[in-house]
């Protein structure tokens, strides 16, 4: 069958204009995984992506009966609800394709999200591969689908759901995702994501490793798993040999957890002479001093810390399991061991005050960070947060669009207004990036022609959408 996948765009292109896209996409791996597996089964397949090609729906249909496609597959996540529903009503009404959803808003409302959108034919919970094949072999072969575990369906007019949850438990049995589905040239990353080009992403692992925060849904339902070592040099390879990728960005929720994994991989970087250089999310209490060194040494540059908070009551309200030393500690270790750092912060968490939130810009200060991020506090559906919204303050808008973390949809008790939690992380963004200690500390590392230019573009970024920038 011809199998096209829409990743949808944050807003849509309109006939008269364009709807800038920004920076820092980077290729959907999750749907390259499926997308492969479906080919080695000798499907045809094309994955359209929107965040980076401006297209009006007149041209994404043209582009769909281009391909000539018998069914189109969405990933939706909750803020793209709107516009994919948008896109899907135009398909049904003009092509009457079959369409598939998956991705996390659909794994938490795999039912509701036939009831609410006509258009939409199968939802997929869950992790997708195996549950995709199937459904697209069955489909082609008429198969009925009551056996296939994971999906909801309309059957005679009635929502049918096949309970289960889509998890591959040996990532390995998973094919290398191919990247001929993308036009890799068309990624753009952000200025702090990148050290030199060609560079592109990776997944070595799924799941989480603590899965308590309160603010992240569906994380306790995907346990930690991790694809070994030779599989990931193995990627790194074809990255290099096919692409001469020379700098990846590792997209796991968590890259350090326990030291064994990570040891292993930065040993056969070494050993087998790879020239990478890398960057990955990791927490403030999975890291040692140890540890990072060794990352330092085999290429890594960068390390992204989600550290929400510099008040520990309100790490311990959203069930962070960090303290603030644990913290410090985790920059200062990356600092010694030659890496930037980047911390990502969350303004307007449960039981926060203004005070509360200028303690944490107070401590994002005091880190020595290279970067830090100031997001807003979003109660996604199907979080802890989202249960408990009502007790420290209130959901100001269901907009799933507004559920980007840069809109405010939440406001705690101890604001006054929503204008009062705006100019906060206005302030956050100025006092950090405008401190003549951070100038200091981005020129003392200022090592090559690029290292200027991506801090160029990033004060041209924050200039533009992040310091002076309405809400």
Not at 265 to 290: G, Q
Request: aromatic share 12%; with cysteine; glycine share 6%.
């Amino acid at each position: 069958m011809r199998v096209i996948f829409i990743i949808p765009p944050f807003g849509l292109m309109k006939d008269n204009g364009k709807i800038k896209q920004k920076m820092g996409f980077l290729p959907y791996l999750g749907l390259a995984s499926i997308a492969t597996i479906l080919k080695n089964e000798g499907h045809s397949i094309k994955i359209l992506d929107l965040q980076v090609k401006n297209m009006p729906l007149d041209a994404i249909i043209m582009e769909i009966k281009k391909f000539n496609a018998d069914i189109v597959g969405f990933s939706v996540t909750s803020p793209l609800i709107t516009v994919v529903e948008e896109i899907a009503q135009r398909i049904k009404k003009e092509l009457n394709l079959p369409i598939i959803c998956g991705g996390p808003h659909i794994s938490i409302f795999p039912a509701k999200v036939l009831q609410d959108n006509i258009s939409f034919d199968y939802s997929v919970i869950g992790e997708g591969e195996f549950i995709v094949k199937d459904l697209i072999n069955s489909i082609e072969t008429g198969k009925t689908l009551d056996k296939i575990e994971g999906i909801a369906y309309r059957s005679n007019s009635r929502i049918k759901t096949n309970h289960g949850y889509g998890m591959v438990a040996d990532l390995d049995k998973l094919p290398i995702p191919s990247r001929e589905f993308f036009e890799l040239e068309k990624y753009t990353p952000c200025p702090q994501q990148y050290f030199r080009f060609p560079t592109t992403n990776m997944i070595t692992s799924r799941g989480c490793a603590y899965g308590r925060c309160t603010f992240c849904f569906g994380m306790s339902k995907c346990q930690f798993r991790r694809r070994s070592t030779d599989i990931t040099i193995e990627e790194i390879k074809y990255l290099q040999d096919k692409y001469k990728i020379k700098d990846i960005v590792f997209w796991d929720n968590e890259f350090v957890v326990g030291d064994k994994w990570v040891n292993e991989f930065c040993n056969k970087l070494h050993r087998e002479k790879i020239d990478i250089t890398w960057s990955c999310y990791a927490r403030a209490n999975f890291v040692n001093k140890n540890i990072l060194k060794i990352m330092a040494d085999a290429g890594c540059w960068n390390v992204y810390y989600g550290l929400e908070s510099g008040n520990q009551d309100l790490l311990d309200n959203i069930s962070k399991g960090i303290t603030l030393q644990q913290t410090r500690d985790a920059i200062k270790w990356t600092s010694e061991a030659g890496m930037e750092s980047r911390g990502a912060f969350i303004l307007g968490l449960p039981g926060e005050t203004p005070l509360k939130g200028k303690q944490t810009i107070d401590f994002a200060i005091s880190l020595g960070l290279d970067y830090a991020q100031f997001s807003f506090a979003t109660p996604y559906p199907g979080t802890k947060f989202y249960d408990t919204s009502s007790k420290y303050g209130k959901i100001l808008s269901t907009d799933y669009s507004k559920m980007t973390l840069e809109h405010p949809v939440f406001l705690p008790n101890g604001y006054k207004d929503i204008s009062q939690l705006i100019e906060l992380r206005k302030v956050a963004y100025r006092r950090f990036y405008m401190n003549p200690s951070y100038f200091l500390l981005r020129l003392k590392k200022l090592r090559r022609t690029e290292d200027f230019r991506r801090y160029v573009k990033g004060i041209q970024y924050l200039i533009a959408d992040k310091l002076f920038k309405s809400n």
